[in-house]
């Protein structure tokens, strides 16, 4: 299912963030959960890097929600656009959909139910809505397919450049 809504009122069990390689939380969606969440979802993204270091692109690391009503929330690092030369495009779109199929494999992992996916790598990293679209679209299939029999009661995606 689509909403259109903010994800810090989503009904789910986790939401993800979109999140930079050193969990920052300086800018966009990522900015707004933050915000909402507060100080211990901050202090539990800085422990989490100050054990990793940092989270490579297609990863994710779980942190608590602080002040939010979820189980957790899952800080995911997709590709930036940028970072990829012209020859290499497509290996970008590759990293993103590998960043969602990771967040879908952590969900069933953990035993989430629910989880609300904004579109990872929209915003500050500018990957193209037609981009997205197409791989949102293809993530969902995926999750039909190999993951809605398993364990997942509701999949939402929550763009937030309608």
């Known amino acids: 299912m689509v909403y259109v809504q903010d994800i810090t009122s989503a009904s789910v069990e986790a939401i993800v963030n979109p999140a930079n390689e050193d969990l920052a939380n300086t800018g966009g969606c990522a900015d707004i959960i933050s915000t909402a969440a507060g100080p211990t979802f901050e202090s539990d993204c800085k422990e989490i890097i100050t054990k ?14 602080g002040k939010l009503p979820f189980k957790c929330i899952i800080n995911a690092v ?5 970072s990829y030369d012209d020859n290499h495009k497509i290996s970008c779109l590759d990293d993103l959909y590998l960043t969602i199929r990771k967040v879908l494999d952590t969900s069933e992992k953990k035993k989430i139910k629910s989880v609300a996916i904004l579109p990872i790598s929209s915003g500050t990293v500018l990957i193209t809505a037609t981009h997205l679209l197409s791989l949102w679209v293809y993530a969902q299939v995926l999750l039909l397919v190999f993951f809605a029999q398993r364990f997942f009661k509701i999949l939402e995606f929550m763009p937030e450049f309608v």
């Open 52 to 65: 990793k270091k940092k989270v490579e692109v297609t990863e994710n690391e779980i942190s608590g929600p």
């Open 78 to 82: 997709g590709p930036k656009w940028a």
